[in-house]
Structures are given as C-alpha cells and as structure tokens.
C-alpha cells in the first residue's frame, strides 16, 4: 500500500466523516472505526500513522460513558484526543476550533508534526493500490458486475477492466426506462472503448409488458426491481465460474457517524436480493471513497467526462417520471423532453450548478390549439432542485430566457405535447421524483 494513513476511533463525535474528509483534503488518507477497535486489529490497519480518538457528545451510550480501549495504546504510533482525557495521549484538545482555519492548522501540526505522515493521498496512488489489491483477491477468478452506467458501477467497472481485464463479465440491463442515448453510450464506453466483456440486455418489452396498466407508483417500483433482479439472475446462471459479484458501495453507504460503532453496514446493495443459491463473494473497491473520489477516481481511469459527472437518476428510471399507467406516447414525451432539458442545461453551463433536473409527463391532458385546430394533449413538466443531501431540497431559478428556449423546443419538437410547466415545489412538501 501506498498511502499513510489517520485512523479516526469515533467515540460518540457526530463529526467523524467531516473530519475524515478534512484530513483527505490535506493529502492523507483517513478511515473511521469503531471506539473498541483491539489493539491487534489497529495494528493490522496498514501503514497507519496516527490515531485521533474523537469524542463528543454521543459518548454517553445508554448511560455509560464508553470509552477506548486501554491497549491501543501500546501500538506505538501517536494519538491525540478531542473532548476525551486518557492518561497516555500526547496530545489532547477539549474540543475542536470553531473555525475551519483553526481547524486545519491542529490538524496539519498533528498529522505531518507528530505523525510524519506524507501527503501521497490521491487517485494515482489509490488506483495503483486497488489494481494491486483486485488482483490478489480475485486471482484467476471471474467477477460479474451489473453496470448500470450510474457512476459508481460505471467506475467500478473501469477499475476491474484495468486490473482482471476479461476475467470480468459486465451486465447492462436496459429496462426501456433510461435516458435518450444512455445505453448506447454504456455500450459505446465500454464494450468499443474499453474493450469490456459487455453483455447488454434489451428487456425494454419484457419491463414494459409487466408495466402494462399498473398505476400504482409503489407497485410499479417493485415490479421494476424485481424483474431487474430476475433478467440479471437470468444471465449470471448462463455464464460459467463466476465466483465474484462486483458492487458499487462507496463509504457514505458503510460509515454510520455519530454511532458508538462507525462501521455499521446498512442493507445497502445495488443489487441485493438476488436468489440465495447465487452465494457470490463481494468486490467492493470503492467502498472507501467519498462520492467526489469516485468521480476522481473515473477520471483517472480516463472514464468520460459526462458519465463521471453525471446527475443523480433512480433505479426505476424514468418509469417514475411517466406517471401513472406507463404508455409509449408518454414515454417518448419523457425521454425527448428530458434529452431537451439537458442538451439546454448544458448550453446555459446550468449543468455545473443545478443537482438534478429532469421533466416529468402526467397521465392527463389538456386542451390547446396546433396549427389553427383544437388539441387535447400531454403537458411535461420541468423540474430542477439543488440539495445537499437529497433529504430536503429547493428549487433553482432558471433564467427565463433558457426556460423559454426549453419550452419552444418542447413545443416544436416532443408529439403529443402541447403545454409546458415548471415546478416550485421544495423538499418538503413535495419529493425530488414525483413518484
Ligand atoms: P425523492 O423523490 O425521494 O428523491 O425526494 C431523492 C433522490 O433519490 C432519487 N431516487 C432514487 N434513486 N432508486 C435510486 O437509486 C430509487 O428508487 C430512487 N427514487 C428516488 C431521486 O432521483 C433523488 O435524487
């Protein structure tokens, strides 16, 4: 391993993954562990610098106060403790400064004063180091991967083609709900670009089929799921030998900050609940990223620019922005409108700024007049929303003059659409998706 690194102990601080971020941002590696790490296991961490014990007020577990155990700190490398006072730690603070300066400058003297560590923290480094890893783990072994083309598997992807090259199988299930031109371009970057072994699925009939007359927008979430799971399943049991099931978990989906345990994994699989017999070991190589190191990391692996940086998209696609009972007029309204909404976005740079923005069709129409004669036909609606966490949201002001260029085009260009809106609804009241 190349990088040095700063063990975090989280003992009761909410702040754990801010703090591992910080210390990234000086070039560091940093991971989180739970308080009661053993000695032994800290020093099966590698190349592990220094250890920062931070406490904070979730210290108190159902009335006791936890605390580290004593000893860790006989494996020799530095600690320092915040709003903790062990007897050994050199260093203590009764609570981090207040401001980010402040901050950084405690955190520089600790970990390049104390620890000696280098700043060798970065995507060459860490890719070199996963390319050496994958290939350890995974032998002569064939992996499988669902590429969806989100950005986590997308990077997965590129990663395991650099370090097994055709030993991994890729699996791009089109469901018939994706984006104007997002499976081509999965097919395009993978299969003629990288030289993967792409198997791509056409199972837009199947989905459609199974979609016919259900309205219902929980009903029409599970039916996608499940038969995602089933046209996977299907193609994993074709294939011979796969010992290994690549997946796109990144370190937000594993580390529980603010808990007495900070590696606490959530349920959190991209492609769980696939059938029981299918017992594959997991390969997770990014699952110590931070969302923005992942797209660091794709760009690194040369992946292009649009797919790293691409918005958030749901699972069941656009199958949720044609709402109610999914029809192909409808469906073809979503999709024209949306590529619209994007191709514009990006011409206004709105892209950069605007976390997601996507038009919606509802099943109903309304009244308006084409070439001098009454239409009964379907608005689209816009939406774009900024958050931080998707947990709440607001809504972007789009300049009128791009919301007008969008709404001609829509007009001109997407059939059986004769009405655009626009909606200002935040999170709460309304979700982001309107199913
Ligand atoms: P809501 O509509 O709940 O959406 O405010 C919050 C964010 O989550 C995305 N979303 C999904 N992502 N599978 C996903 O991977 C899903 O089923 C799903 N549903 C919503 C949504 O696009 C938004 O970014």
């Known amino acids: 391993m190349k990088q040095d690194m700063i063990v975090i102990l989280d003992l009761g601080n909410s702040e754990n993954t801010a703090l591992a971020r910080a210390i990234r941002d000086l070039g560091v590696y940093s991971e989180i562990y739970p308080h009661d790490i053993t000695a032994e296991e800290l020093k099966a961490l590698p190349n592990v610098k220094g250890v920062i014990i931070n406490g904070g007020p979730n210290r108190v577990v159902d009335g006791v106060s936890i605390d580290v155990r004593e000893e860790i700190y006989d494996t020799g490398c530095p600690f320092m403790a915040v709003d903790h006072a062990p007897a050994h730690c050199a260093k203590k603070l009764e609570a981090w400064p207040a401001d980010e300066a402040s901050m950084t400058e405690v955190l520089k003297e600790f970990i390049f ?19 050496e890893l994958l290939r350890r783990q995974v032998g002569d072994k064939k992996v499988l991967l669902a590429l969806s083309g989100g950005v986590d598997s997308s990077v997965v992807a590129a990663l395991l083609i650099k370090a097994i090259g055709r030993q991994l199988t890729c699996v791009h299930v089109n469901h018939g709900l994706m984006r104007k031109g997002e499976s081509e371009s999965v097919v395009e970057v993978f299969r003629n670009q990288m030289d993967a072994n792409l198997i791509y699925v056409d199972a837009t009939e199947r989905f459609l089929g199974k979609l016919e007359n259900v309205a219902d927008p929980e009903q029409k979430r599970k039916i996608i799921g499940a038969e995602f799971i089933a046209v996977f399943a299907e193609e994993a049991q074709k294939l011979e030998g796969i010992e290994f099931l690549g997946q796109g978990t990144i370190y937000p989906d594993i580390v529980e900050s603010g808990t007495k345990t900070a590696k606490v994994v ?9 059938p029981e017999d299918m017992n594959f070991k997991l390969v997770e190589p990014l699952k110590q990223l931070f969302k923005d190191e992942v797209r660091a990391c794709g760009l690194e692996l040369g992946l292009p620019y649009e797919m790293v940086y691409r918005q958030p998209f749901p699972g069941p696609g656009l199958g949720v922005r044609c709402l109610g009972a ?3 007029d409808r469906l073809e309204a979503v999709r024209e409108s949306d590529a619209i909404l994007r191709e514009e976005f990006a011409n206004a740079g709105l892209d ?3 976390w ?9 129409k309304s009244v308006g007049v084409k070439n001098n004669a009454r239409c009964y036909e379907y608005p689209v609606i816009i939406r774009a929303v900024n958050t931080v966490d998707a947990m709440t949201a607001t809504i972007e002001q789009i300049p009128w003059d791009v ?3 969008i709404t001609d085009r829509i007009l001109a260009e997407v059939p059986n659409v004769n009405r655009v809106c626009y909606d200002l609804s935040p999170k709460p009241c309304a ?4 199913e």
Not at 431 to 434: F, G, S
């Open 113 to 131: 004063g104390d620890c000696k560590a280098e700043a060798n923290w970065n995507m060459k480094n860490f890719v070199e180091d996963q390319i």
């Open 266 to 274: 959530k349920s959190h699989h991209n492609v769980g609940g696939l």
């Open 326 to 328: 999914i029809t192909r």
């Open 352 to 354: 950069k700024t605007v």
């Open 356 to 364: 997601q923005y996507f038009t919606i069709v509802p099943d109903f």
């Open 403 to 405: 919301l007008l260029k």
């Open 431 to 434: 979700t982001i998706e309107w």
